[in-house]
């Protein structure tokens, strides 16, 4: 299977951020981490009732998740991809190339061939940066065998929302990348041939200043803003000063997960 990376804007240029952040990433994304842990925990009642077929994983990452679906699933053929190059190197790397091994560079936004080939697509915090989430998952869904599984996790807009507070108590643009409504999405799903289960889990991470954290976001490659909005020197500096002095420097950055498991009928 030939996939080329995405030519438009929107998904190259944050492809490349990611790309630029590989060990930083890898290193660092402790949230990104736990949450792979989390889907694959999720993904074990399923497996007796996964059809027979290859595995799609998309957004690989640095193969937080990558690793454990080849151990779970040795003998299958599985195509790990990533929107970053750079990122399905790394993990090619990590992971190492065996028969039933393939790694391409695949943006979701870029698919238009949705033949069903798949037994299960996985995938772990890449669907927010989807062009539109819902319609992502709407085509990856598509890629299904009758009786496959998509079974993906992704932060949703409940996120961060300290982060957001703080903004609207100052006035200030919240220049956070908008996430998904995980609702919505589920409902757009829905309407499609499929057995939608879900749920949604808050986890927190630490930093000692909001700056460390606002930092943290830009070394693991989320700092790419979708929307263009920024801020000044003197507004950031206004919007730490303040949330450190709300919060006693103690930032407790919040992300909201949902862990979604959507089987598609048997025809």
């Known amino acids: 299977m030939e996939i080329t990376q995405s030519k438009a804007g929107f998904g190259l240029e944050v492809a490349k951020e990611f790309g630029q952040s590989v060990q930083d990433y890898h290193s660092k994304a402790v949230i990104q981490k736990k949450v792979a842990e989390g889907l694959i925990v999720s993904l074990r009642p399923w497996k007796g009732i996964i059809p ?6 998309v957004g690989c990452g640095t193969g937080f998740l990558s690793e454990q ?3 779970e699933f040795p003998s299958r053929d599985i195509h790990i991809t990533d929107a970053s190059k750079e990122m399905v190197a790394f993990t090619e790397q990590s992971i190492g190339k065996a028969g039933n091994l393939d790694y391409s560079v695949l943006d979701v936004n ?59 108590e100052l006035g200030l643009p ?53 929307t263009g909005k920024s801020l000044s020197i003197k507004q950031l500096k206004l919007l730490t000063e303040f949330w450190d002095k709300k919060v006693n420097n103690k930032v407790k950055a ?11 009928d048997m025809v």
């Open 110 to 168: 870029e698919i238009t061939d949705t033949t069903e080939r798949y037994a299960l697509v996985v995938s772990n915090f890449s669907a927010q940066w989807f062009s539109d989430t819902a319609i992502g998952l709407e085509k990856l869904s598509s890629m299904l065998l009758p009786g496959g599984l998509l079974l993906v996790a992704f932060p949703g807009n409940q996120s961060f929302m300290e982060w957001y507070e703080c903004c609207l």
């Open 69 to 71: 679906i080849v151990q």
């Open 254 to 264: 919040k992300w909201h997960i949902a862990y979604l498991a959507a089987k598609k």
């Open 174 to 226: 919240y220049t956070a990348n908008p996430l998904p409504d995980i609702e919505e999405v589920i409902v757009k799903l829905s309407l499609g041939p499929l057995q939608i289960d879900y749920y949604e889990n808050d986890l927190f991470q630490d930093f000692d200043s909001s700056l460390d954290f606002l930092k943290h976001i830009k070394e693991i490659g989320a700092g790419k803003s979708v």
């Open 52 to 57: 027979a077929g290859p595995i799609l994983e």
